[in-house]
C-alpha cells in the first residue's frame, strides 16, 4: 500500500459524511438551534486551516513558502464567507469554542507541527472537502429553506476550489517524500480528521464511533 492509499484508507474511516451528525443533516432532521450551534462552533476549523498554512510558511522556504502564504491568504479569506452562512443560519460569529472544537482547531492549527505533516494535513481535510461541502449545500438548499447565494456561497467555492487545493498539496508532498516518515504524514491525516468527527460529537446528541474499513 503506497503513501495516497494510506491517505485514502484513513478518509475512509474517518468519513465524516457517516457521522450521525452529518447523516441527520442529510435527512433534513436538524433543528434551526442546531444548524446555528454548529455554524457558530465550526467557524473555529474554518480560521485554523488557515492558521494552519500561515504557520507552516513560517517554517517554509522558496516556492513552498510561496505556496503557503497564498492558500493561507486564501483560506482566511474564506472567513468571511462562512460568517455570511452563520448569519443566514442565525448563529454567532464569536461562539466560544466547545472543549471538542477546540481540540479540533488545536488539531488543525498545529504550530508544532512539522511543514511536512502540515501538507498532509492540509492534503486529508480538502480532499474530502468537495463532498462534503456539495452535500451540505445541497441539504441548505433543498431541506432547510435556505436560499442559493450568500449563504451558501462557502459551500459553492469549496465544492470546487478544494479540487485544486488538494492537487497542489498532493504535488508538493510528491516533491518533499525522500527523507520524510510515511507514518509520521499519515498520522498527521488521521489526527486532523479523527478532530473533525470530534467536533462534530460536540454538536450532536448521537454520540457513536465512527464503523471502522
Known amino acids: 500500500m503506497n503513501l495516497w492509499d ?3 484508507a484513513v478518509r475512509a474511516e474517518w468519513d465524516v459524511l457517516g457521522h450521525p451528525f452529518y447523516e441527520r443533516w442529510s435527512r433534513g432532521e436538524l433543528t434551526p438551534g442546531e444548524l446555528a450551534t454548529y455554524s457558530g462552533q465550526y467557524r473555529h476549523a474554518v480560521v485554523a486551516l488557515a492558521d494552519a498554512s500561515a504557520g507552516a510558511a513560517e517554517r517554509a522556504t522558496g ?3 510561496s505556496h503557503l502564504e497564498v492558500h493561507a491568504a486564501e483560506e482566511a479569506g ?4 462562512w460568517d455570511q452562512f452563520v448569519e443566514a443560519a ?4 464569536r461562539a466560544a469554542a466547545l472543549p471538542e472544537t477546540a481540540d479540533c482547531a488545536a488539531a488543525w492549527a498545529d504550530p508544532t507541527r512539522g511543514v511536512g505533516p502540515t501538507l498532509s494535513a492540509l492534503y486529508s481535510i480538502e480532499s474530502a472537502q468537495p463532498d462534503i461541502a456539495a452535500i451540505k449545500r445541497r441539504g441548505l438548499l433543498e431541506l432547510y429553506g435556505f436560499e442559493a447565494g450568500e449563504a451558501t456561497e462557502y459551500f459553492d467555492v469549496h465544492a470546487e476550489l478544494d479540487h ?3 492537487a497542489a498539496h498532493r504535488a508538493w508532498i510528491e516533491e518533499r517524500l ?6 509520521e504524514l ?4 488521521r489526527r486532523v480528521l479523527a478532530a473533525n468527527w470530534t467536533l462534530l460529537d460536540g454538536v450532536s446528541a448521537d454520540r457513536v464511533p465512527p464503523v471502522r474499513a
Do not use: K, M
Open 6 to 8: 494510506r491517505f485514502a
Open 63 to 65: 516556492e513552498l513558502r
Open 164 to 166: 485544486e487545493h488538494a
Open 90 to 93: 442565525s448563529g454567532d460569529c
Open 78 to 81: 474564506h472567513v468571511a464567507l
Open 178 to 183: 525522500a527523507g520524510e516518515d510515511e507514518d
Open 186 to 189: 499519515v498520522q498527521a491525516a
